[in-house]
């Protein structure tokens, strides 16, 4: 099991993209593994054979245990294939039938690349919750593996059209490829379907008077398993709270010269030029009041205030049924152009799982913008062990006074979260009204 995240203790199997017997070559997608910061898909470092898979989807490995082994062709055994990607003890007819369906069903498996559930979600006889995935005509979830949504997106193919050859009936990459942009790809055959279909598992009969979900006053109850990067969001924000003496401190930031110059930026740029947005201006005012407030730019660790000499920034994405903070590296040091370039693709590779964890780690402060979705303002969590973060509203149409005059205005309101083993109240408020001085006047953020 490889460390992929500095946090990481244990991760869990989703989907192997190789089967055995299948060649790997060194930056061969090899299997997508749930940590606790996203789910991510590890390439092989290693070339060669994949002549047996140890660890079978939906199994959790502490670090450094043996998950495959890769070596050479004449060392795949007979049975090896039985832990192939996709096959598993549970997909194996019911009845104890001779396992020719499911062999079948491994043999076409084998010469494509198997595929990925969606982010965040589970083996197919796991409990987990999903992520929101596409949903069809009937308004149940499409099941289809991070790659085909990404080619069906591209391609513009309508996922619901599709009937998916993938265990469970999910959509894998195959499917997309074959079929025609816009339509469906071509039907599979029955025999697929049905050795592709786990068997139903067989259920007990129910004790007389007893219900299969407990009954109280508020209705049927159902527990939903929480994902491995669920469970570290929740124990990490709990932990801020009760280790971390949060302060709050709200300021309105006259956005008006800001709106105009976004409106030249666009007017101004060409085709396919990516156009700063609010919050690229947001990041970029954060990042140069950082530089000037240094102790803003640091963490409480073991009695002392260590303050770091880059200043990256997270920018708080909602992806994977979560929420992922991918980093920014020396933004001070970087235009608004530039930014907007990398947040946008770093906020593409946490939606389609190909975030990797160097782009995770490494922040000094983070910005959370939930203007998109009308919130005027909110409150957020610091994101442990770093000093502060910034929540930023929507930007909304007043009237302002400028001058002795009221003319119409836009205004955004922004608040500050400090820790106060690091930050004081002035030091809070110095530098929330250089962010507001840098947004209000962002010339200077051209500076």
């Known amino acids: 099991?490889?460390?992929?995240?500095?946090?990481?203790?244990?991760?869990?199997?989703?989907?192997?993209?190789?089967?055995?017997?299948?060649?790997?070559?060194?930056?061969?997608?090899?299997?997508?593994?749930?940590?606790?910061?996203?789910?991510?898909v590890y390439e092989s470092d290693v070339a060669g054979t994949l002549t047996e898979i140890i660890a079978e989807e939906g199994a959790t490995l502490p670090i450094g245990e043996v998950i495959a082994k890769v070596g050479d062709a004449s060392e795949v055994s007979s049975g090896g294939s039985e832990n192939g990607a996709g096959a598993k003890p549970e997909e194996e007819p019911a009845g104890g039938g001779d396992g020719t369906d499911a062999a079948d069903a491994k043999s076409e498996s084998a010469d494509q690349p198997v595929e990925r559930p969606g982010v965040g979600a589970p083996a197919p006889d796991e409990g987990r919750s999903t992520q929101a995935e596409p949903t069809s005509t009937g308004g149940e979830r499409i099941k289809a593996s991070p790659i085909a949504r990404r080619i069906a997106?591209?391609?513009?193919?309508?996922?619901?059209?599709?009937?998916?050859?993938?265990?469970?009936?999910?959509?894998?990459?195959?499917?997309?490829?074959?079929?025609?942009?816009?339509?469906?790809?071509?039907?599979?055959?029955?025999?697929?379907?049905?050795?592709?279909?786990?068997?139903?598992?067989?259920?007990?009969?129910?004790?007389?008077?007893?219900?299969?979900?407990?009954?109280?006053?508020r209705g049927t109850t159902e527990a939903v398993e929480l994902t491995k990067l669920q469970q570290t969001v929740a124990r990490r924000m709990a932990e801020s709270k009760a280790t971390a003496p949060h302060f709050y401190l709200t300021t309105e930031v006259d956005m008006s010269r800001a709106v105009e110059a976004r409106k030249r930026i666009k007017a101004a740029a060409g085709e396919g030029d990516v156009v700063p947005s609010f919050n690229d201006m947001v990041v970029k005012a954060c990042a140069i009041a950082l530089r000037e407030f240094p102790r803003a730019n640091g963490a409480y660790k073991d009695g002392r205030v260590e303050e770091y000499?880059?200043?990256?920034?997270?920018?708080?994405?909602?992806?994977?049924?979560?929420?992922?903070?991918?980093?920014?590296?020396?933004?001070?040091?970087?235009?608004?152009?530039?930014?907007?370039?990398?947040?946008?693709?770093?906020?593409?590779?946490?939606?389609?799982?190909?975030?990797?964890?160097?782009?995770?780690?490494?922040?000094?402060?983070?910005?959370?913008?939930?203007?998109?979705?009308?919130?005027?303002?909110?409150?957020?969590?610091?994101?442990?062990?770093?000093?502060?973060?910034?929540?930023?509203?929507?930007?909304?149409?007043?009237?302002?006074?400028?001058?002795?005059e009221i003319m119409p205005g836009s205004k955004m309101s922004v608040t500050l979260a400090c820790d106060h083993r690091i930050l004081y109240g002035a030091d809070g408020a110095e530098f929330l009204a250089r962010v507001r001085d840098l947004l209000t006047e962002p010339v200077f953020l051209a500076l």
Not at 12 to 20: D, F
Not at 314 to 322: F, N, P
Not at 335 to 348: D, H, M, P, S, V
Request: no cysteine; aromatic share 2%.
């Open 1 to 40: 099991m490889p460390r992929l995240s500095d946090s990481m203790e244990e991760g869990t199997i989703l989907a192997w993209m190789k089967a055995v017997g299948d060649e790997v070559a060194v930056g061969d997608e090899l299997v997508e593994i749930e940590t606790d910061k996203a789910n991510m």
């Open 153 to 217: 997106a591209d391609r513009g193919v309508d996922l619901a059209s599709l009937r998916g050859s993938g265990p469970g009936g999910r959509i894998i990459k195959r499917d997309v490829e074959e079929a025609p942009a816009g339509g469906s790809a071509p039907a599979a055959t029955e025999p697929a379907a049905t050795a592709e279909t786990p068997a139903a598992p067989v259920k007990a009969a129910p004790t007389p008077g007893a219900s299969e979900k407990p009954e109280t006053a």
């Open 309 to 404: 000499s880059r200043v990256n920034v997270g920018v708080a994405v909602a992806a994977q049924d979560a929420l992922v903070v991918p980093t920014v590296f020396d933004v001070d040091t970087k235009g608004l152009r530039q930014i907007a370039t990398e947040t946008r693709a770093l906020a593409a590779r946490v939606r389609d799982g190909s975030i990797t964890p160097p782009e995770l780690s490494g922040g000094t402060f983070t910005v959370s913008n939930l203007g998109m979705y009308g919130v005027t303002s909110f409150s957020a969590v610091i994101n442990p062990p770093q000093a502060g973060i910034l929540a930023v509203g929507s930007i909304e149409e007043v009237p302002v006074v400028r001058d002795g």
